[in-house]
């Protein structure tokens, strides 16, 4: 069959600065999901998208075309209203657990289809894992029954919503063209459209651990989002929030389910639990239940005994104790003061240096690997203290992780004591007797270049989560 259009010519255009048209993307979307388009040619067309941007039509039909490439899920029959959530990932983002369980223990239902992790970013399906028994991949008929008697679902998105994505991020992936708000604000919107719920809340990532570095461009993301959602018939908001340092005080996929748990037991670290509250009161107010009060189920055992229902319904043992690393090192802090850097990136790249994440989708990864923070951001700390303790099943993997930790990834502002300045000599100090004797040798190769700065003065920086709140101004 003839093709109605030709690649290249596709490809100038967008190169030029050009607007593509509607019928050229729905053209280029199909062929290159067909393969008539070769991945080299979507590489360029991906870049030129990237240099020069596109209107907001060209967004919109781009999305489009995307979910025309596969199938659109629907809830029928079901008696509640169906809210989802999406987050553009982050460091220690546990969120999602907590969160679908206990929007559900109002009456909603979450079908929340989630992916596994790649580089620094963990993943949600990653982390359920390391839960026994617990099963990801549900035929539609299970998702569905399990969204009408438990209302909470977690479970990995099925190879046929939006195909021409999952063959485009994996191409932009490898072609440095991840970070263009028109493809991204493309890819998450046509999977989360596909997907068929009512609502949608967006938390909408920014620092170091984000896509997006800074405020505006993390606003102009969440706007975009908003407007393809609320164009298709899904009630979207968003929140654009910190990643600038990592949420919560565990990163890598067990303990973060341990974190995830200790929130829906009443307890878990006040950043956690403040997001999990904003987010859900989003949620539940765009299911129409604007007085709703998440604080409470979270208090009183209504969310945990949903968390258990959502376990148990997909195979998993709730009570059964979660995987724990067989190595273990401890960062000790090299000064005293105020912890006013805990930099995301440096440290999702040491959890994932250690195990919790995988280099290529193929790679398997540790349950039990990970980083435990002994403090967060703004915490003060004494010089010699525990600051973080390291996991892995692999103790050759701690001196890389440790180098991710060096440079300026922790920074320790005054007073500074006599022990400390000693403690900022070359390589990490470590907390007196905490190395287990197996880990020894996997340290003495030393952390590399960096260590921790200490920034002799400057006032506490508190920590404000939720930066902006974005809706349709319609
Ligand atoms: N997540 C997605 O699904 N797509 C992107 O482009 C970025 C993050």
Not at 13 to 23: H, S, W
Not at 116 to 145: M, P, Q, V
Not at 294 to 311: E, F, K, T, V, Y
Request: aromatic share 2%; net charge negative; charged share 20%.
């Amino acid at each position: 069959m003839a093709e109605i259009f030709d690649a290249v010519d596709v490809i100038i255009a967008k190169r030029d600065g050009g607007e593509l048209t509607g019928p050229q993307i729905d053209w280029v979307v199909d062929a290159y999901t067909r393969g008539v388009v070769a991945e080299e040619q979507m590489s360029a067309l991906a870049m030129a998208i990237l240099l020069n941007g596109m209107s907001r039509p060209e967004i919109q039909r781009w999305t489009q075309a995307m979910i025309a490439s596969g199938k659109r899920m629907a809830w029928p029959g079901l008696n509640r209203p169906t809210v989802d959530k999406h987050s553009t990932g982050g460091v220690g983002d546990k969120i999602t657990l907590p969160l679908a369980p206990l929007v559900a223990s109002f009456g909603p239902g979450v079908p929340q289809l989630s992916g596994r992790g790649l580089g620094h970013t963990g993943g949600t399906l990653d982390k359920l894992e390391s839960i026994k028994g617990w099963r990801a991949d549900l035929t539609e008929a299970e998702l569905l029954s399990q969204l009408d008697r438990v209302g909470a679902v977690i479970c990995a998105a099925g190879p046929g919503l939006a195909p021409a994505d999952k063959k485009l991020y994996a191409l932009r992936d490898v072609t440095g063209t991840v970070e263009s708000i028109p493809l991204i604000a493309s890819s998450i919107m046509s999977k989360k459209i596909a997907e068929g719920a009512a609502h949608l809340v967006l938390d909408v990532k920014c620092g170091s651990g984000a896509f997006m570095k800074d405020q505006v461009r993390a606003e102009e993301l969440a706007r975009v989002m908003v407007q393809l959602g609320t164009d298709a018939g899904l009630g979207t908001t968003a929140l654009v929030t910190d990643m600038s340092a990592p949420l919560g005080r565990t990163i890598g996929n067990a303990l973060e389910v341990r974190e995830a748990v200790e929130v829906l037991a009443g307890g878990g670290p006040p950043d956690v639990v403040e997001l999990t509250v904003a987010l859900a009161r989003e949620m539940l107010a765009a299911s129409g239940l604007p007085d709703a009060d998440p604080a409470a189920a979270l208090a009183n055992g209504s969310a945990m005994d949903s968390w258990r229902a959502m376990i148990q319904a997909q195979g998993g043992d709730p009570a059964a104790p979660l995987p724990l690393a067989r190595h273990h090192e401890v960062l000790a802090a090299p000064a005293t003061g105020r912890l006013t850097r805990l930099d995301a990136l440096a440290v999702g790249t040491a959890a994932w240096r250690l195990g919790a994440g995988r280099a290529r989708k193929e790679d398997p990864v540790q349950a039990g690997a990970g980083i435990e923070l002994h403090a967060q951001l703004g915490d003060h700390v004494t010089a010699g203290q525990p600051l973080a303790t390291l996991w892995t099943d692999t103790p050759d993997r701690f001196a890389r992780a440790l180098e991710a930790l060096g440079a300026n990834a922790i920074e320790i502002t005054g007073p500074i004591s006599p022990t400390a300045e000693s403690a900022t000599g070359p390589g990490y100090p470590v907390a007196p007797g905490a190395r287990p004797p197996g880990a020894q040798g996997a340290t003495a190769a030393g952390p590399g270049p960096g260590h921790p700065t200490v920034a002799p003065t400057g006032p506490p920086r508190p920590r404000q989560l939720v930066l902006a709140r974005i809706a349709d101004p319609r």
